[in-house]
Every structure is written in C-alpha cells, then in structure tokens.
C-alpha cells in the first residue's frame, strides 16, 4: 500500500503561483512514477503532469511553459510549480503514484486550486 498526502492549495488571482507538494509513504519502489492529475467541476479527471523516478517529465499541453513538476526521490516528494495560473486551471489536484504500468495507481485525497479572474 502506498499514502498520498497533498498540500499546497489555495486561492489565487488569475497570473499568480502555487506550488503543490504530495509526500509518498508506504510501500515505494525505488522505480515508479509520480504526477498530477486534476478534475474540474462536471468534469472527468485529467492528465497534468508526471515525473519518473529517473526524471523523465510529461505535461499535458494546456500546462506546458506554465507548469513544472520535479521530485525529490529521497523524500519521496513530488512537487507542482503553477505560474501564470488562469481561471481554467481551478479544479481539484490529485497526486499520483504507480510502480510501473499494469500495477495498481495510488491517488491523494485531492488539493483545492481556485483561481479567479
């Protein structure tokens, strides 16, 4: 089994910043991968942002050059920097975590961005 904890929601203005952080607990492998997904009202849940433990990063392209994920491997924390945050990008941020593809995916409980305009 593996935790998820996230922090880092908020509130902000159209143009602004946040930056999420979601701390891994549990059974973690030394290889696996770490990322964001996000759900908006009456939406689906979608892609956002994953790292693999070797660094290798993914972004959806609504986020790209406004979004950066990094991780730090020894903490097994993975991070969101959100700049330039448009009132689009508010929805429910949800951490993730797999080993590898086919095994099962971990999610946190969900962070709260709103960003008004």
């Known amino acids: 089994q593996v935790q998820l904890v996230e922090s880092g929601g908020g509130l902000v203005q159209a143009g602004g910043s946040l930056r999420l952080s979601c701390a891994a607990s549990?059974?973690?492998?030394?290889?696996?991968?770490m990322g964001w997904y996000r759900q908006a009202p009456g939406k689906q849940r979608e892609f956002v942002a994953t790292?693999?433990?070797?660094?290798?990063?993914n972004y959806a392209d609504s986020v790209k050059g406004r979004f950066t994920i990094s991780r730090e491997n020894a903490k097994n924390t993975v991070y969101l920097q959100m700049n330039n945050l448009k009132p689009e990008d508010t929805a429910v941020y949800y951490c993730?975590?797999?080993?590898?593809?086919?095994?099962?995916?971990?999610w946190g409980q969900g962070t709260q961005v709103t960003v008004s305009s």
């Open positions: 993730y975590y797999r080993k590898v593809v086919g095994t099962p995916a971990y």
């Open positions: 549990g059974s973690i492998s030394s290889v696996n991968t």
């Open positions: 790292i693999t433990s070797g660094g290798r990063t």
